[in-house]
C-alpha cells in the first residue's frame, strides 16, 4: 500500500508549487509598446530520492534531478523509477512523500519513494542518470539491447484492438483541447492515453516531453492498472528513443506523435513489435512500425 500524503491530486499538487508562473514584459505591437503580464509554463528542479533498508534502519539516496513543471510529482516520481527499470511492481513502495525545505512560494522540489523493507533495487542502473535536462530525458542510452534487461511486460505482437484510422486521426485535437495548462502558457508537451473508441482516458502535461510520459505511466502503476495493452499513447512532440522505451515498459503497443520519430525511436519499435506513427495531425499520419494494428494497413 502506498501513503501518498492524501490524494495525488490534491497534497501532491499543493505541495509541489505553482504549474504556471507570471512574469512583466513590455510587448511590441508594430510601433506600439506596452506593458503587461505574461503567463508561463514554470520550471524548477525536482530530485528523486530513494528510501531503502529495514524499516528501522532506512536510508535515502538521491537517484536523479529532472527539470520539471511542478504537480504529480509523485506520479513522475513513481514513474521515472519504473520506466527505468528500478521499479516494478507498486507493492514494492512502501510511502511516496515530498521532503526537504519548502520553496518560496511554499512548494517543495523533493519527493522521496520509500521502499518496502526488503526490496533490493540496482541503484548503479541510475548512476549516469543523476542529471536530466527537461528537453533531453535520460540521455547517453546508445542501445537497444540495454533495454531488455529491464523491460518488464511483452507487448504481444498478434492480438489487441485494430485501430480505425478516424480514431487516431481524431486524437491530436482531443489532447490539445484537454491540455488546461497549455492554454493558459502555450508552452508544455503533453502525453495522453486513449481508448480504441477514441475516448481519452489519462492525460498528463510537463515542460519535459519524457516527464509528462512519466507522470502519465506513473499514475498507471500507483493504480495497478498496467500494463495498458489496450491503450494508445499520444504524445504532443517528437518520438524519441526514449519516449518509446518507457511506452514500451508499460507494455502500450501503440505510440503515435504529433511530430517525427527519430531513427533509434522506429529501430527499437520494430525490434520490440510496437506500433510506431508520426506526424499524426490534419489528418494524416505516417506509420514506422506495426502496421498490422491500423485497419487499413498491410
Not at 500500500?1 to 490524494?7: C, I, Q, S, W
Not at 507570471?22 to 525536482?46: C, K, N, W
Not at 511516496?96 to 541503484?123: F, I, M
Not at 541510475?126 to 546508445?142: I, M, P, Q, W
Request: hydrophobic share 40%.
Amino acid at each position: 500500500m502506498v501513503e501518498k500524503d492524501g490524494a495525488l491530486s490534491g497534497s501532491d499538487a499543493e505541495a509541489s508549487g505553482q504549474a504556471v508562473v507570471t512574469v512583466p514584459i513590455h510587448q511590441v505591437d508594430g510601433a506600439r509598446v506596452s506593458e503587461r503580464g505574461d503567463v508561463l509554463a514554470a520550471e524548477e528542479p525536482l530530485e528523486i530520492r530513494i528510501g531503502l533498508g529495514p524499516a528501522d534502519c532506512r536510508t535515502a539516496h538521491g537517484v536523479s534531478v529532472t527539470m520539471r513543471t511542478p504537480g504529480s510529482d509523485f506520479e513522475l516520481a513513481v514513474g521515472f523509477l519504473f520506466t527505468e527499470g528500478v521499479l516494478r511492481s507498486a507493492d514494492q513502495v512502501a510511502r511516496v512523500r515530498h521532503a526537504g525545505r519548502a520553496t518560496r512560494d511554499g512548494g517543495r522540489n523533493v519527493v522521496r519513494v520509500d521502499l518496502a523493507p526488503g526490496v533490493e533495487v540496482d541503484l548503479g542502473r541510475l548512476e549516469r542518470h543523476f542529471y536530466t535536462a527537461s528537453s533531453c530525458g535520460v540521455c547517453g542510452k546508445t542501445s537497444i539491447e540495454a533495454v531488455e534487461t529491464c523491460q518488464v511486460y511483452a507487448i504481444p505482437r498478434g492480438s489487441g484492438p485494430l485501430w480505425d484510422p478516424d480514431v487516431i486521426h481524431r486524437a491530436p485535437d482531443a489532447l490539445r483541447e484537454a491540455q488546461a495548462v497549455f492554454d493558459r502558457t502555450g508552452g508544455l508537451h503533453a502525453a495522453a492515453l486513449f481508448d480504441a473508441e477514441g475516448r481519452l482516458s489519462s492525460l498528463r502535461e510537463d515542460v519535459g516531453r519524457h516527464n509528462a510520459l512519466d507522470k502519465l505511466i506513473g499514475a498507471q502503476f500507483l493504480a495497478n492498472a498496467l500494463p495498458l495493452g489496450d491503450r494508445l499513447l499520444l504524445v504532443s512532440g517528437r518520438a524519441s528513443f526514449e519516449l518509446v522505451q518507457k511506452a514500451m515498459m508499460a507494455g502500450i503497443p501503440i505510440l503515435a506523435a504529433v511530430g517525427a520519430p527519430s531513427s533509434l525511436a522506429v529501430e527499437l519499435a520494430r525490434d520490440r513489435g510496437m506500433t510506431l506513427l508520426g506526424f499524426v495531425r490534419g489528418g494524416r499520419f505516417n506509420v514506422y512500425s506495426g502496421g498490422h494494428r491500423i485497419q487499413g494497413v498491410a
